[in-house]
Each structure stands twice: as C-alpha cells, then as structure tokens.
C-alpha cells in the first residue's frame, strides 16, 4: 500500500484518434416505402375500406340477385346519382340539421347534469338515479310519446335525439370526474378553486378521455336513433332525411338506392369520428400525453 506521504505522480493524458463512423455500420436508415406507408393510419384505414369494398362486391356477384344485395359498384352509382340530382343531398341535409341540433341539446343538457353531480352529493345521487332509469330506456320507444306531445314535425325526433344523447354523455363525464386522482382535487383546492371555476381548471381536463368517449357515443347513439324514427315519423309524415329515403326507396324495391343511403350515413360516420373527434383528440388527450 503507497505512502500516504509520498508524492502523487500526474496521469498521463490519453488521447484516441476519432473512429470513423463507418465502422459502426448502420446506425439510422431511411424507412422504406412499405414501413412508411404502414405507419401511416390513414393508409391502413383505407387499405381495409378497399378490401371491404372488394369483398362486398365479389359476394353481392356470387349471390346474383340485385334485390337481395347489389354489388359495390352499382351503389356508388346509384350513391353518385343521388349526390349529382341533389336527391340525397337535400335527404342528408334534412337529418343533419335535425341531429345536429339535437345533440347540440343532448350535450348541453348532460353537461348541466354533470355539473350539478359534480357539485353536490344530492346532484349526484340525483344523476345516479336518473341514468339507472332512463339509461337503459330505448329512445325509439319514446317516439310514440313524443308525437302526442310534439305531433309530427322536428320536435318529436329531437326529443328522442336528446334522450339518446344526454345519458350516455353524463354517464361517460360523470365516469370521468369520478377517476380523477386526490393529487389533482387536492391541487385545485390548494389553489382555492371552487365551484365552477374547479371544474373546468381541474375537472375537465383530466377527465376529458372520458367525456370524449361519451360524446362518440352519443354521436352513435345519435344517429341510429335518428334514421330509425326517420323510418316511422317519415310513414307518418310523407317525409324526412335519410331514414324515409330508405324506406320509401325499399318500398318502391330500388334496393341500390336503399344501399346508397346506408353508404351515406357510413360515410358521414367516418367523416365525423375522423376528422372531428380525430382532431379533437389529436389537439387534447394526446397532445397532453393522456393516450398513445
């Protein structure tokens, strides 16, 4: 063992020459034109629509029977046809207008549920039970109710709309609230929030994976409780959007245009969950790294 004493000799430099990188083989490579194209999401979805497509008309070809299953391509034109004359397009109009405002309505509805749950213990209990009761009541059931009520006109469907709206938006949101963590109650609290001031500082934010579930699925809901009492108020009436358009066109045996209807509402569904609620979620959950 070396004197503690004893004078300490300094330690050589050591100097390395630089490795060229070339010995280190491939360190980063461009993707190819396969990897690029498979990360891309919205070349998988469409891959998978074109497939879809294909098979659903190989197998209308092999039944061969046009008032049973027509083929893809004769919906498209019957689809085209229908967008070019306006007949479809005025259909759409019609249901849009009517689901847009009765969404609009179901959300406003479920946000004021929410928050009065939120608020109080007995605006929850409140909450709990009205969406045990009414939550697993279908809303098509209502629609002869509705037509005493409102009589034949807009009202009835958007009274139906909100229905199938407002539970599942304040069951999601109110799911949501319920999962956010003590830390960040108790952060709200710490900062003097109170009311609502907490729930969209604090609140919202954290649960909003959850409210934007609810509002997809009101959307869904939305829409298939739409063309459904757009098949009975549209009997009743003589018109309506794309439900009636449906089912005046299947009594009249155009099955293409049955299909082209129901290729519309596939349509606007993707158009809505991809470009709105995709976007919605791009600028909110996932820029907030609250999902993958």
């Known amino acids: 063992m070396p004197d503690s004493d004893s004078p300490q000799l300094p330690r050589p430099e050591i100097y390395r020459e630089p490795t060229d990188s070339a010995s280190f083989g491939v360190v980063e490579k461009p993707l190819s034109r396969f990897e690029t194209c498979y990360n891309s999401a919205a070349v998988r979805k469409t891959v998978i629509i074109i497939l879809l497509a294909f098979a659903w008309e190989v197998g209308a070809r092999l039944i061969n029977n046009s008032l049973l299953f027509p083929t893809f391509s004769s919906t498209i034109i019957t689809f085209i046809k229908g967008i070019v004359s306006g007949e479809l397009l005025i259909k759409i109009w019609v249901s849009l207008k009517v689901l847009l405002t009765g969404y609009a309505l179901g959300v406003a509805l479920a946000a004021v549920l929410t928050a009065f749950g939120v608020a109080t213990r007995v605006g929850a209990d409140f909450l709990e039970t009205l969406t045990a009761m009414f939550n697993p009541l279908p809303a098509i059931a209502l629609l002869p109710i509705a037509l005493i009520w409102f009589g034949l006109g807009d009202g009835s469907l958007i009274f139906v709309l909100v229905h199938s709206v407002v539970w599942a938006v304040s069951l999601n949101t109110q799911s949501g609230f319920l999962s956010v963590s003590n830390t960040l109650r108790m952060v709200g609290r710490n900062y003097g929030l109170r009311g609502l001031p907490y729930i969209v500082k604090i609140l919202i934010p954290a649960a909003f994976p959850s409210i934007l579930t609810g509002l997809k699925v009101g959307w869904a809901f939305a829409w298939r409780t739409l063309i459904a009492s757009e098949l009975v108020f549209g009997v009743s009436s003589g018109s309506g959007g794309l439900g009636w358009y ?26 809505v969950e991809n470009l709105i609620f995709r976007t919605i979620e791009r600028h909110s959950v996932r820029k907030w790294g609250m999902q993958a």
């Open 246 to 271: 449906i089912y005046e066109s299947k009594n009249l045996l155009e099955i293409s245009k049955v299909f082209a209807g129901l290729l519309a509402i596939i349509i606007i569904g993707l158009i």
